[in-house]
């Protein structure tokens, strides 16, 4: 899916659609594949993960705001520890009648260009995992102020460690702790569901 703002005006039909494909490939990797995050001994029974239905609703167009200076965050770890990351960017943007806004993070020393997002909601450790969920953005080009792009809240999941003890997860930092509940993306799994 492309990440441009431009992208929020794909048919739903066709979003839906794309969106299912890409969950049933993650539901084939995480039942099968030898670095899934699945405890081999649950493989045989993962039938799937369990999300909201697609909403394009929960696909929204946000306003960049580029840090020029990035400040450096430090996040715990469902291990105890802690992880540095640079906050990059803030995401400005409307979601169900609310004005939120996201920090988009890089770790310090990487090149990586990807801007990981993680977040806590109102459905946090009711309805999805207790500890938040990420989503990953993958903006085409050089990010800049004003520049709009898109937050799909459709495709947040649950870290690894949602699934097993044995991966340290960062977790979301106070800021991006959102006052709302996001119905879209991995609801909790449980082996026994």
């Not at 697609?54 to 167009?61: H, N, Q």
């Not at 999805?128 to 085409?140: A, D, Q, S, V």
């Not at 792009?149 to 991006?176: G, K, Q, R, W």
């Amino acid at each position: 899916m492309s990440e441009d703002a431009d992208a929020a005006t794909d048919a739903p039909a066709e979003y839906v659609e794309e969106l299912r494909e890409k969950r049933a490939e993650k539901d084939e990797f995480f039942g099968s594949h030898p670095q899934s995050p699945i405890p081999p001994e649950l493989r045989e029974e993962f039938d799937g993960l369990d999300y909201f239905d697609p909403d394009p609703a929960y696909r929204v167009s946000a306003t960049a705001r580029v840090h020029g200076d990035p400040e450096p965050v430090t996040m715990e770890t469902t291990a105890g520890n802690e992880v540095r990351y640079l906050r990059v960017v803030t995401f400005e943007f409307s979601l169900r009648g609310e004005n939120l806004e996201l920090h988009g993070y890089r770790q310090e020393t990487s090149e990586d260009r990807t801007l990981f997002v993680p977040f806590r909601d109102k459905t946090t450790g009711q309805q999805t995992y207790e500890n938040g969920r990420y989503i990953e953005l993958h903006p085409e080009g050089e990010l800049m102020d004003g520049r709009e792009v898109v937050v799909d809240f459709n495709v947040a999941y649950n870290p690894f460690c949602a699934f097993s003890e044995t991966f340290a997860c960062p977790l979301p930092p106070e800021e991006n702790w959102l006052d709302v509940a996001v119905e879209a993306g991995e609801r909790t799994w449980s082996p026994h569901a």
